[in-house]
């Protein structure tokens, strides 16, 4: 019997994805992603208790999606009215410095996450497009808004803080915030379980490697410095991301290539990391062009690796004790290569990987260090719905 859930919805600009979790358990009680919004032809996938379910039709709108979401559970399961549903789990990528836990939705907090959009214009406007329409159509559920950047804000100033002149940080909320955090917080208890450790009282860094990806130092549970900055175009080499670059980049293509500002910050975004470097942004087709002999793909995986590598450096500096280094999301769950490349030639910092261990298949939450190491080598798969599930009961205990 399932016990208390939570509807956690991420809706995109043309999409949402959403997962019905069991709070206590973990379960996943039904997921499904709508896609293609506003196109001519949408696409439905849910997998519940009655299966899976697919079909193509126009979505026309956000309003549309969530309504189609709603009849997939009456049709394919389970409906929602039979479970113990207490509350909508809404993912919000940019909380800026007004938001530093979750929150319980009304018009007031609606209104603020909207006024962060020119922090993050391509996502908080289609965070509040999905609040306001699933506050309508399920508006006898309490809503709250976990955010990306809410673990980070924790942040001591000297970390957060850029060099630049004043103003800007006070009038156009000029910083850094870092992102993930959802991820690191659930992979940091997670972590801290392993070693058997509580977790206020253990120092790890956390990389997040997906197609894109950060890298988090992590003392005593609180993020105390993170790779992304005031947008994720900061830190470390992603998918289509450049990560860290001159700021003078900009000004120099404009000069000598007539490049626009816009045309500048879209390519670092969007034709850049390692997409740029290989020709592709999947790292499996790029393992697959390196072992080829594409000298691109193989300069794409030492850069990636090399940009790590520093970074675990600086954060070891920065927390001064380590306890261990996390790997988690796609690559870091499952690339080995890319884990044993980013930490090789750290052993005086205490820190190894066991060739063997990194190298089987294996994925669940595990250690890839040799035993008896000063620094544990972790690989922990994250679960993002589970964690803003988490966090959305949470608030509601505490009302």
């Known amino acids: 019997m399932a016990g208390a859930a ?24 039904a997921h499904g992603q709508i896609e293609r919004i506003g196109e001519e032809t949408g696409r439905l996938a849910h997998t ?13 709108d956000h309003e549309a999606g969530l309504r189609a979401m709603l009849a997939a559970f009456e049709d394919s399961g389970p409906a929602l009215d039979a479970v113990d549903l207490i509350a909508v789990g809404h993912r919000i990528v940019h909380g800026g410095d007004r938001f530093a836990e979750p929150v319980v939705l009304d018009d007031d907090v609606t209104a603020a996450i909207d006024d962060l959009a020119d922090l993050a214009p391509l996502h908080n406007p289609a965070n509040v497009a999905g609040i306001r329409v699933a506050r309508t159509e399920l508006p006898d559920l ?25 103003r800007w940080a006070t009038e156009y909320g000029v910083r850094r915030y870092g992102f993930h955090g959802t991820s690191i917080a659930y992979v940091s208890r997670e972590a801290a379980r392993m070693l058997g450790r509580r977790v206020a009282e253990t120092n790890l860094i956390v990389a997040h490697l997906g197609n894109g990806a950060s890298i988090t130092a992590v003392a005593d549970g609180r993020s105390i410095d993170t790779s992304m900055g005031m947008t994720p175009l900061e830190g470390l080499v992603m998918g289509t991301r450049s990560g860290d ?17 816009d045309e500048v910050d879209g390519a670092l975004n969007r034709e850049s990391g390692v997409l740029a470097l290989a020709g592709a942004n999947d790292m499996r087709e790029v393992h697959r062009r390196a072992e080829d002999g594409d000298d691109g793909a193989r300069l794409a995986i030492e850069v990636y690796c090399y940009r790590l590598r520093k970074y675990v450096g600086a954060y070891y500096a920065a927390l001064g004790r380590v306890d261990a280094i996390v790997f988690t999301a796609g690559v870091g769950e499952n690339d080995a290569e890319v884990r044993g490349k980013a930490l090789a030639g750290l052993g005086r910092l205490g820190i190894a990987v066991d060739p063997d261990r990194n190298a089987a298949q294996n994925t669940g939450a595990r250690a890839i260090s040799p035993d008896g190491t000063d620094v544990a080598v972790l690989v922990v798969p994250t679960d993002e719905e589970l964690e803003i599930a988490r966090q959305a009961a949470a608030v509601l205990d505490e009302a």
Do not use: W
Not at 142 to 166: E, G, I, K, L, S
Not at 247 to 259: K, Q, W
């Open 6 to 29: 939570v509807l956690v919805l991420n809706c995109g600009s043309s999409s949402i994805k959403y997962q019905l979790v069991d709070v206590e358990s973990g379960e996943r009680l």
């Open 48 to 60: 519940g208790s009655a299966g899976v379910k697919e079909r193509d039709e126009r979505i026309a």
């Open 245 to 261: 670059v001159d700021p003078a980049l900009t000004g120099h293509l404009h000069r000598v290539a007539e490049l626009s500002v």
């Open 142 to 166: 309490p809503h709250v808004a976990v955010f990306d950047t809410a673990f980070h804000q924790t942040m001591p100033r000297h970390a957060y803080t850029y060099a630049v002149p004043r």
